[in-house]
């Protein structure tokens, strides 16, 4: 655990979370602030290993290991229906995908669990899931039926659908099965480092929600910010951001109960975990 009087943050280096970075940097609320950023698996590993002290994870990853974690209030990476960023991409349609090989991202956690639930209930099937190290569909595809992508892997496949193949957005296919939205990321703090440094989770708290609200109001800036950086266009990348929403308000809360519920009966996580909060100190009290 960090023993020093700085908070090591962790930042999903995705287009999902620019708002985010637009604020720490632009709005300058990551002033004097260690941030490593990268992918949630990585960020999942890194708050596992102890490495960071406070950083957005998978969702699922709160479930697992909810004894060592507290979840930051007020902030997520949700949508309710489609996001055009969690895609499967199938060579047939998904019904025809019974035993069929599935490679699943290996940046992500929450939607590997996610696409699992789905083709039980909504599918009835059991394909073969492996873990993929393939960035691209073509490649994914090489030895696969079926492909998973996160994040901007994912937009990117969104935006140069092929004929050939057939899109499922997971954010659609989730809220045809429940009628609710899906909670994909939570800021989570390591409990030993919000017991020491409760002002330090107060202030980070505060950075990141303030950051959130100043990239939320200068998106146009934002988007600007990162032109020809990326592959996407200003308007793709707004009217993604616009499908995207980052509270955890009770409705959220909910829905992030009902996907816990779901993994659990399947199996993937032992029980429905009690959604426990740090204590944030300024305008909450
Ligand atoms: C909306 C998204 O949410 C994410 C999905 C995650 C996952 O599947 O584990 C983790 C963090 C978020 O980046 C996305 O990546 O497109």
């Given amino acids: 655990m960090n023993t020093g009087n700085q908070a090591r943050l962790g930042h999903i280096d995705f287009i999902n979370c620019l708002p985010l970075a637009h604020g720490l940097k632009a709005g300058g609320f990551g002033q004097d602030l260690d941030i490593v950023a990268g992918a949630p698996s990585w960020l999942n590993r890194l708050a596992i290993d102890g490495k960071v002290d406070i950083t957005p994870v998978s969702s699922i990853i709160y479930a697992i290991n909810k004894n060592r974690f507290l979840i930051l209030p007020d902030v997520s990476i949700s949508a309710k229906g489609i996001l055009q960023s969690i895609i499967l991409v199938a060579k047939r349609p998904i019904y025809e995908l019974e035993g069929a090989k599935v490679a699943l991202t290996y940046k992500s956690a929450t939607s590997h669990i996610l696409l699992k639930i789905i083709m039980n209930k909504a599918y009835n ?161």
């Fill in 125 to 285: 099937l059991t394909p073969d899931y492996f873990i993929s190290q393939a960035a691209g569909v073509d490649e994914a595809l090489q030895d696969a039926d079926a492909a998973l992508f996160i994040g901007d892997d994912a937009l990117y496949a969104y935006h140069r659908k092929r004929r050939s193949y057939y899109y499922y957005d997971l954010g659609g296919e989730w809220k045809k099965l429940t009628g609710q939205a899906m909670v994909y990321a939570l800021w989570v703090v390591d409990r030993r480092f919000a017991g020491s440094f409760p002002e330090l989770v107060t202030m980070i708290h505060r950075r990141v929600t303030q950051g959130f609200s100043y990239g939320l109001s200068h998106l146009p800036e934002a988007a600007a910010a990162i032109n020809g950086k990326v592959p996407f266009t200003a308007e793709q990348i707004l009217h993604y951001l616009d499908l995207l929403n980052y509270g955890l308000s009770s409705e959220h809360q909910t829905a992030l109960l009902t996907y816990y519920s779901m993994a659990q009966e399947l199996g993937y996580i032992a029980d429905v975990p009690a959604l426990r909060f740090a204590r944030v100190g300024g305008e909450r009290e």
